[in-house]
């Protein structure tokens, strides 16, 4: 079983960043495809962004190129999502996944963390 910690949400206005971690204490993130989610009040939840397992090569939900980057650190097993050029449609409950193989589906959820940006 590996737990999935995320933190670094938090309230921001309309243009600002703030950059999401997650870790996975006693687990190798570099071994999984991870990914971010999120899901806003009455929206089904939605991929933002992943990092493939096998070639570290990145991908993103067209709502957020050019403002978000996943990023990936070995050395501290954390994964991050840095997120620029926010938006009030942003706003949504943002949530970290691993899988442990590309072709999977998501296994390993983490328990969220709030992001709010107001207008």
């Known amino acids: 079983q590996v737990q999935l910690v995320e933190s670094g949400g938090g309230l921001v206005q309309a243009g600002g960043s703030l950059r999401l971690s997650c870790a996975a204490p006693?687990?190798?993130?570099?071994?999984?495809?991870m990914g971010w989610f999120r899901q806003a009040p009455g929206k089904e939840r939605e991929l933002v962004a992943g990092?493939?397992?096998?070639?570290?090569?990145?991908y993103y939900a067209d709502s957020v190129k050019g403002r978000f980057t996943f990023s990936r650190d070995n050395a501290k097993n954390t994964v991050y999502l840095q997120m620029n050029s926010l938006k009030p449609e942003d706003t949504a409950v943002y949530y970290c996944?691993?899988?442990?193989?590309?072709?999977?589906?998501?296994?390993?959820w983490g328990q969220g963390t709030q992001v709010t940006v107001s207008s």
């Open positions: 006693g687990h190798t993130l570099s071994g999984y495809g």
């Open positions: 990092i493939r397992r096998t070639d570290g090569t990145t």
């Open positions: 996944a691993a899988k442990v193989a590309d072709w999977k589906e998501y296994a390993y």
